[in-house]
């Protein structure tokens, strides 16, 4: 247990230095590979300085004084390479060759002055770790240079050996024994480095198998999140051009408006992918600037605050610092920040708060920058998968490519900074992203009139929410139910005329409207927040107040797998975006039409034949139970709809506008029509008189039993018993 302990707390150890390794050596717009071999050239450097502080105290013990001076040397010229490499952040191949060739050099002076190849001690041995060194730069031309050198010393040494002279301190004894020591301490660290190289080879290889693997795997993802997110402003930009087309007087301004603002925001998401393939390839430059960065994010928000308005959002900028100056990426920062607003705003309800802070620690050199909301946060089990590629939340209620948040992390990692979440869902997000604080970059104002261009294109402004109208009694009544207003308005523009239209701009609240207003038929959208359309719809269909309206799916997400999904929770019909107006009208059309088909099936008090429709069925067991209600209750002749409503758990509204949709008919019409033709059931296979019968199926008054009856029938109940 206690080698465990011990294993585990090495293994920790080891990974916090190897945190600490690439947090020194990292600079923004480093890629893994450039890491990797600066790691291993920088290991091998500190590796090579314990050894040669050994060997040179040693030999300075041993009154070598050559050997000791070689050693001085190169400790110097080593320890002068780590601290370079922790400030030099490009060429640091030409530093590594420049170091190859210097060792070869420095070999070949002291080799000379210790009298050649055969009394030096094995020092050729250093000449031969430096050739070996050139594989890092993975440069043949380089390798094939230094190899040549190296050649050329070697054979330098052999012409000038007759004239070469052996200090009298570099006995035959010293001499074996500096080969020794030096030929088992050299070969140990070129060992542990070609394991060591090779390892982080192999490593790195994996993970960028493992990365190209992943890829490749989500790629259906892509294609599915990016068609979503394109449907959504091409229906918008092919709707409007069709209403411009056919009336070009009424919509031409806001259809032009409209066309332009989904361009701007197909714009938005094509950058984006261009941006993700820019960071991929290493094109992606970093431009820094040193300015105040807290205006330069206070302008930000401020660009957001009709985007806010729109959705009735507070927005609040918090800083511990009036002004702090410090090298930033104006670009990149917008990008960075953008996104995360966008989110914010995206997933915060009417009436939610969204706060930008920015803390400054200057004693540990760090600007914390943080995006936090009061909207529908994250689920636990998407929380960890946020930041990867293409990932969107399973449950539908995070649409998107799965771009933002990928490229988000990827510029903040360019800049050398870290982007984390804490979020819980119900309760909002907040989103951290912590930069180096560095003033090495030119001192200059940041000019804001150029960006404003870019936040225009950004998809943040909301348009003013739909209103409602006052319904007209001989339209059917339509729930939309839909988290982009600008579809609403568009439906609206296009359904106006033909439907009285309630909206509501997420599932949750569509399920609240649809309960209380119960609605002819629905259109839902399937990736909303709060709760998505197919959430809606299981409800919609399982409660027995609303599983009879039918509901058209008009959603981006028209995959095979979302399309059957709908359709086996009970979706009437599904249609993709983006969508023509004719197909809409003709599927909303017919599903009213339906209606007929229902309402001849339960307009008659009698029970209907068995059907093998799901839908139906539920529909089938409702009545059923309607007419169980009833006939157990017939002779109470106070018995009535509130007596109704509750033996049901349903408000009067509800029960008639169900009852409406389902039979044509008023509720007290279909009561009275089942007393009716249980009290002809009654004639005609019992005993009883009229006068019994009439108090059998709850009517006390005669006249109003006889006239009701031969309404119904076209016979009088006397007639009946004769």
């Given at each position: 247990m206690a080698m465990r302990v011990s294993l585990r707390h090495i293994g920790q150890i080891v990974v916090r230095l190897n945190e600490w390794i690439n947090g020194l050596l990292a600079y923004p717009g480093i890629t893994p590979q450039a890491l990797m071999r600066k790691k291993i050239y920088w290991i091998a450097c500190v590796t090579l300085i314990f050894g040669l502080m050994g060997m040179t105290m040693l030999t300075h013990l041993m009154g070598l004084k050559i050997l000791a001076l070689y050693g001085l040397v190169l400790l110097g010229w080593y320890t002068l390479l780590v601290l370079s490499f922790c400030l030099i952040k490009r060429n640091l191949d030409w530093l590594g060759l420049l170091t190859s060739l210097f060792v070869i050099l420095l070999n070949f002076v002291f080799t000379l002055k210790l009298g050649g190849t055969l009394h030096s001690g094995g020092i050729i041995f250093a000449s031969l770790s430096a050739l070996l060194f050139t594989v890092i730069f993975q440069n043949i031309r380089w390798s094939i240079i230094t190899f040549l050198v190296f050649g050329a010393s070697v054979l330098g040494i052999w012409a000038l050996q007759p004239q070469l002279r052996v200090p009298p301190e570099m006995t035959p004894a010293a001499n074996q024994m500096v080969f020794v020591l030096n030929i088992l301490w050299i070969s140990a660290f070129t060992i542990a480095f070609v394991v060591y190289f090779i390892y982080q080879s192999i490593f790195y290889e994996k993970e960028e198998t493992k990365r190209l693997q992943e890829l490749d795997d989500v790629k259906t993802k892509l294609y599915a999140n990016i068609t979503h997110e394109f449907r959504t402003p091409l229906t918008l930009i092919l709707g409007m051009a069709d209403q411009m087309e056919a009336a070009p007087k009424t919509w031409l301004k806001e259809g032009a408006?409209?066309?332009?603002?989904?361009?701007?925001?197909?714009?938005?998401?094509?950058?984006?992918?261009?941006?993700l393939s820019k960071l991929e390839s290493g094109a992606l430059s970093v431009h820094l600037i040193q300015s105040d960065i807290v205006f330069y994010l206070k302008y930000l928000l401020e660009s957001f605050r009709s985007g806010a308005a729109g959705k009735k959002l507070t927005l609040q900028f918090l800083s511990n610092k009036d002004h702090f100056l410090m090298d930033y990426d104006a670009e990149k920062l917008l990008h960075i920040v953008s996104n995360l607003l966008m989110n914010a705003l995206k997933f915060t309800p009417e009436g939610g708060k969204i706060t930008l802070s920015v803390t400054a620690n200057e004693a540990n050199k760090k600007l914390d920058i943080r995006v936090k909301d009061t909207g529908v946060g994250i689920s636990a089990e998407a929380l960890p998968y946020i930041f990867d590629r293409f990932f969107s939340?399973?449950?539908?209620?995070?649409?998107?490519?799965?771009?933002?948040?990928?490229?988000?992390?990827?510029?903040?990692?360019?800049?050398?900074?870290?982007?984390?979440?804490?979020?819980?869902?119900?309760?909002?997000?907040?989103?951290?992203?912590?930069?180096?604080?560095?003033?090495?970059?030119?001192?200059?104002?940041?000019?804001?009139?150029?960006?404003?261009?870019?936040?225009?294109?950004?998809?943040?402004?909301?348009?003013?929410?739909?209103?409602?109208?006052?319904?007209?009694?001989?339209?059917?009544?339509?729930?939309?139910?839909?988290?982009?207003?600008?579809?609403?308005?568009?439906?609206?523009?296009?359904?106006?005329?033909?439907?009285?239209?309630?909206?509501?701009?997420?599932?949750?609240?569509?399920?609240?409207k649809a309960l209380t207003i119960i609605p002819d038929i629905i259109i839902c959208d399937v990736m909303m927040p709060v709760m998505d359309g197919f959430a809606l719809l299981e409800n919609l269909k399982k409660d027995q107040r609303t599983s009879h309206i039918p509901v058209v799916m008009l959603t981006a997400k028209a995959d095979v797998a979302s399309r059957l999904s709908g359709l086996e929770r009970g979706a009437d019909a599904f249609i993709a975006k983006p969508f023509h107006q004719t197909e809409l009208l003709v599927e909303l059309k017919k599903l009213i039409g339906l209606r007929k088909v229902l309402q001849a099936r339960y307009s008659s008090t009698e029970p209907p034949p068995p059907s093998t429709d799901k839908a139906v069925q539920q529909e089938d067991a409702f009545m059923q139970k309607v007419r169980e209600v009833l006939e157990a209750n017939v002779s109470d002749e106070d018995f009535g709809i509130p007596q109704l409503c509750k033996a049901l758990a349903m408000s009067r509204a509800q029960l008639y506008r169900k009852f409406d949709a389902l039979t044509d008919l008023p509720v007290h019409q279909y009561m009275r029509n089942l007393r009716l033709r249980k009290a002809k059931t009654l004639l005609e296979t019992t005993d009883l008189n009229v006068t019994e019968v009439a108090l059998e199926v709850g009517f006390k008054n005669l006249s109003h039993f006889s006239r009701s009856f031969s309404e119904e029938f076209g016979v009088s109940p006397s007639s009946m018993k004769h």
């Open positions: 408006a409209s066309i332009r603002r989904n361009s701007n925001h197909l714009l938005h998401l094509v950058n984006q992918m261009l941006d939340d399973g449950g539908d209620a995070t649409p998107g490519t799965g771009l933002g948040l990928t490229l988000t992390r990827e510029l903040v990692k360019l800049l050398g900074g870290s982007l984390d979440v804490q979020s819980e869902q119900g309760k909002g997000a907040e989103f951290r992203v912590q930069l180096p604080v560095w003033n090495n970059a030119p001192l200059e104002e940041t000019q804001l009139f150029d960006l404003v261009p870019n936040l225009e294109t950004l998809p943040g402004d909301a348009l003013p929410p739909p209103m409602h109208h006052k319904r007209l009694a001989n339209l059917p009544l339509l729930l939309i139910v839909e988290d982009h207003q600008e579809v609403i308005h568009y439906l609206m523009s296009l359904l106006g005329k033909a439907y009285h239209i309630e909206f509501a701009l997420n599932g949750a609240s569509g399920l609240e």
